[in-house]
T-cell receptor, first 113, second 109 residues
Framework: IAGITQAPTSQILAAGRRMTLRCTQD?????MYWYRQDLGLGLRLIHY???????GKGEVPDGYSVSRANTDDFPLTLASAVPSQTSVYFC????????????FGEGSRLTVL | GQNIDQPTEMTATEGAIVQINCTYQ??????LFWYQQHAGEAPTFLSY??LDGLEEKGRFSSFLSRSKGYSYLLLKELQMKDSASYLC??????????WGAGTKLIIKP
């Protein structure tokens, strides 16, 4: 089934640990995004990639890093997790950037203790 | 600053019509989106407006007035499965999406 796959779906993590959230899409979309969603707030962009080999910072990039080695994969890494990074993380892709429909993964629920 | 405002929660009755409003203040405008998000699930695309007017798609319609910085999503013939959060988002002059906090719609039988 075509779409976006995120892993893990849920994770509890000790503060200070390193964590990578994986995101893979098979739709050959150029643009990919990482968002975090917190209660009472809109989706906030962490990092984005307009095409393989390029990445950019979003609204809340501090404490996170990404890479885009190929079209399909866009992992998000927390170098040293902190409790404020407890959130639901969504990966998304788009064939036409932000003026096109975004396709979201099912989300990764991360709890940092 | 940039801002998207939408009501936090609305309640409506099955079979009725509901209008969810969204007002925005952004640096530039390159389109407005509505997404539906069921609890615990990913957002899914509903509509995209870039020109003023009404876009109809089945039971759902979306309206845009750029001069007023205003949009609404109209849901007709409400069904229980329409219980979800509805997210409004605007693409600004830098083609970054600014998201509202979402409107939780509760449908009662």
């Amino acid at each position: 089934i075509a779409g976006i796959t995120q892993a893990p779906t849920s994770q509890i993590l000790a503060a200070g640990r390193r964590m990578t959230l994986r995101c893979t899409q098979d739709m050959r979309h150029n643009a990919m995004y990482w968002y975090r969603q917190d209660l009472g707030l809109g989706l906030r962009l962490i990092h984005y990639s307009n095409t393989a080999g390029t990445t950019g910072k979003g609204e809340v990039p501090d404490g996170y890093s990404v890479s885009r080695a190929n079209t399909d994969d866009f992992p998000l890494t927390l170098a040293s997790a902190v409790p404020s990074q407890t959130s639901v993380y969504f990966c998304a892709s788009s064939p036409a950037g932000v003026t096109g429909e975004l396709f979201f993964g099912e989300g990764s629920r991360l709890t940092v203790l | 600053g940039q801002n998207i405002d939408q009501p936090t929660e609305m309640t409506a009755t099955e079979g009725a019509i509901v209008q969810i409003n969204c007002t925005y203040q952004t640096s530039g405008f390159n389109g407005l989106f509505w997404y539906q998000q069921h609890a615990g699930e990913a957002p899914t695309f509903l509509s995209y407006n870039v020109l003023d007017g009404l876009e109809e798609k089945g039971r759902f319609s979306s309206f845009l007035s750029r001069s007023k910085g205003y949009s609404y999503l109209l849901l007709k013939e409400l069904q229980m499965k329409d219980s979800a959060s509805y997210l409004c988002a605007v693409a600004d002059s830098n083609y970054q999406l600014i998201w509202g906090a979402g409107t939780k719609l509760i449908i009662k039988p």
